[in-house]
């Protein structure tokens, strides 16, 4: 993965000139006033973990596992979302880590944690890099590092493998550091997918999947990923945890919901026995118009609630149907108009349900657009990263956001971050799109652009900060599938109120006493 940027950097393209006058015209976009750092370049702070402790961790893991070189420090330095790629274009690489660990088993991972909880090293757990809630920038800086003896990346790359298919009972169980891509074609030796399918998708790993609480593009058909979680490992400071031995249980509250989603922050997934679906004979994507957003949900809405539901189902608002970023290769040149749905089928008999699904959605003012949107869509479904690089690289700052609330509220959630947004940013581009949906209601995903100012880093930081504050005051979560890293650490602790909080600090204090697993995310 590029370091300062997403992907392959053979992959990255520059902005045709058209997307340039348009971006310049609209918003005001000038290209930076310097160019972006050399990977040579990047400041790092001086190791601080002492050698001693080095050597320590070399005898857990090998002496060629612990890798304290600059490349591999600035590689393993926060993650991808834009103001980690600001700051690390320009240089700063001030929450690198003193060294990369790459342990190979779980009793390695188990004995890494006892070690550096007894001597005060901070560990950072490392999947795929691909955080945009500031979940691998740990310890507060400079200040927040004095208090341990040094920060370790504990990469997961080498548990890379698939122990076992049960398709019985279809259940595969995984090594967490297996990246997406590898997970499917490991399970197409069977027959079988995942259907996991999350814009992270090409680098991102099972392991991160469960402890970010994902949710992928088909989730509608497949579902989160937490709902394919039906067993997992973790290693923690103060011992390892088994969970989940039946499909459900009434043994108790579900310890897994506590283990998903918690970023690291309570120990290393070091297995994942995951629910699996036979590969499917079939893939069909297609493209609806509907008027407006509100007629659009509507139709989402009643697919959610009466069905048949598509394994996909998307719904760009005016502005983002409008400038084309359902494809990536078509931006600027101008949408159908109107908002733009895709739908997307997949399984065994594909056809019936689609059949069914486009009387629901024609019934409701849709008009058909065949499948020439829907496969533009399939084929750019991933390169929205590369696009927000190229936007950056232009002078443009580009972030996304998302957030998740009942249908009866939605509208008001809409309008509460677009307004934010507005007052913080002044004249931005806002976009949006329905990316999950549920019976009860839908996650909104919202894309901003704007013109970078002279400090671009701060000039999102407010503007973050007033989403975030206008998502809790209109009553939707303050993520619905990014976690939340340190960037939702204080509006979180408002969602979850202090009786909340209370709850994460005892099991924090409970498997992390010495508080070095991730510190700094998560826990309010």
Same mark, same amino acid.
């Given at each position: ?160 493998? $698939?122990? *076992? ?5 279809? =259940? ?5 550091? #297996? +990246?997406?891509?590898? &997970? /499917? @074609? ?73 283990? $998903?989603? *918690? ?5 290393? =997934? ?5 629910? #699996? +679906?036979?590969?499917? &004979? /079939? @893939? ?32 760009s608002d005016e502005t983002e149907t409008m400038i084309g ?55 750019? @479904? ?70 970078q100012d002279g400090e671009p880093v701060a000039q999102w ?64």
């Amino acid at each position: 993965m590029l370091w300062s940027g997403w992907g392959d950097p053979a992959r990255a393209r520059e902005l045709p000139e058209q997307v340039r006058k348009l971006l310049h015209d609209l918003l005001g976009v000038r290209a930076p006033a310097t160019p972006a750092a050399a990977l040579g370049e990047v400041r790092l702070p001086p190791v601080a973990l002492p050698a001693s402790l080095q050597a320590v961790l070399a005898g857990v893991v090998g002496e060629a596992h612990v890798l304290t070189g600059h490349e591999d420090r600035v590689r393993h330095t926060r993650g991808k979302s834009t103001p980690d790629l600001l700051r690390m274009r320009a240089g700063d690489g001030s929450y690198a880590p003193d060294a990369v660990v790459l342990p190979g088993s779980h009793d390695e991972v188990a004995e890494l944690l006892r070690l550096c909880s007894r001597e005060r090293v901070a560990v950072v757990p490392f999947g795929g890099g691909t955080s945009v809630v500031g979940g691998l920038a740990p310890a507060g800086g400079a200040h927040g590092r004095a208090r341990f003896a040094g920060v370790v990346a504990l990469d997961l790359r080498r548990l890379d493998r $698939l122990r *076992s298919v049960d398709t019985e009972s279809m =259940i595969a169980e995984f090594e967490p550091g #297996v +990246r997406a891509p590898d &997970a /499917e @074609r490991l399970l197409a030796a069977h027959g079988l997918t995942l259907g996991h399918f999350p814009q992270s998708f090409e680098y991102a790993t099972l392991g991160g999947f469960a402890a970010a609480r994902s949710s992928g593009q088909a989730s509608a058909g497949y579902g989160r990923f937490d709902d394919m979680v039906a067993g997992l490992t973790l290693a923690t400071p103060a011992g390892d945890l088994e969970l989940g031995r039946a499909p459900k249980s009434a043994a108790g509250p579900d310890l897994r919901q506590l283990v $998903l989603g *918690s970023e690291g922050a309570f120990g290393v =997934i070091t297995a994942l026995r995951l629910r #699996v +679906r036979r590969a499917p &004979a /079939e @893939r069909r994507y297609e493209g609806w118009r509907f008027p407006t957003f509100a007629a659009g949900s509507a139709a989402a809405r009643a697919l959610a609630q009466e069905g048949p539901l598509p394994t996909v189902l998307r719904l760009s608002d005016e502005t983002e149907t409008m400038i084309g970023l359902a494809d990536p290769g078509a931006i600027g040149s101008g949408g159908p108009g109107g908002c733009l749905m895709i739908t997307g089928y997949e399984g065994a008999r594909v056809e019936p349900r689609r059949t069914e699904a486009s009387a629901v959605l024609a019934r409701l003012g849709g008009e058909p657009l065949g499948e020439a949107p829907g496969q533009a869509w399939e084929h750019g @479904r991933f390169s929205a990263p590369y696009l927000r690089d190229s936007l950056l690289a232009a002078g443009a700052t580009v972030e996304t956001l998302e957030t998740a609330g009942f249908w009866a509220n939605l509208p008001r959630l809409y309008d509460a971050v677009r307004l934010a947004l507005l007052g913080a940013l002044g004249s931005p581009l806002v976009l949006c799109h329905i990316s999950h949906v549920y019976e009860t209601g839908a996650c909104l995903y919202f894309t901003v652009v704007v013109a970078q100012d002279g400090e671009p880093v701060a000039q999102w930081e407010r503007a973050k900060e007033a989403v975030n504050a206008a998502v809790v005051e209109a009553g939707g979560t303050i993520t619905h599938h990014h976690g939340v890293g340190r960037d939702h650490l204080e509006a979180y602790g408002r969602e979850i109120g202090p009786v909340g909080v209370g709850i994460l600090r005892a099991v924090k204090a409970s498997v992390d006493p010495e508080g070095v697993l991730n510190p700094g995310v998560l826990i309010p």
